[in-house]
């Protein structure tokens, strides 16, 4: 059973920074793609950044030139550089992962992430 945990959430005044981390454990087939998806209140779930096994990496418009995501493929984890935070960006941000030759997502428990002054 693959696992996904991430953690860095936090607290934070609007222009601030944080760092997301999550990680992968349990794929015998390994690690495909990861990516982060953010929940608002009220809200749509929505995709904030993709990274395949390439390390191609997809952003939403939202968050191009603000945030951004990185891969450590020996350690099956991805991190998440938020920078510039909004009062916007405030939600519970999620981590996704997909092992190879499945269809299966597997997504981990959520981090909150609240930018507030």
């Known amino acids: 059973q693959v696992q996904v945990v991430e953690s860095g959430g936090g607290l934070v005044q609007p222009g601030a920074s944080l760092r997301l981390s999550c990680t992968a454990s349990?794929?015998?087939?390994?690690?495909?793609?990861m990516a982060w998806y953010r929940q608002a209140p009220g809200k749509q779930r929505e995709l904030v950044a993709h990274?395949?096994?390439?390390?191609?990496?997809n952003y939403a418009d939202s968050v191009k030139g603000r945030f951004t995501a990185s891969r450590d493929f020996p350690k099956n984890t991805i991190y998440l550089q938020l920078n510039n935070l909004k009062p916007e960006d405030t939600a519970v941000y999620y981590c996704?992962?997909?092992?190879?030759?499945?269809?299966?997502?597997?997504w981990g428990q959520g981090t909150q992430v609240t930018v507030s002054s």
């Open positions: 996704n992962a997909a092992q190879y030759f499945s269809d299966i997502e597997y």
């Open positions: 349990g794929a015998p087939f390994g690690i495909n793609f």
């Open positions: 990274i395949d096994s390439g390390d191609n990496i």
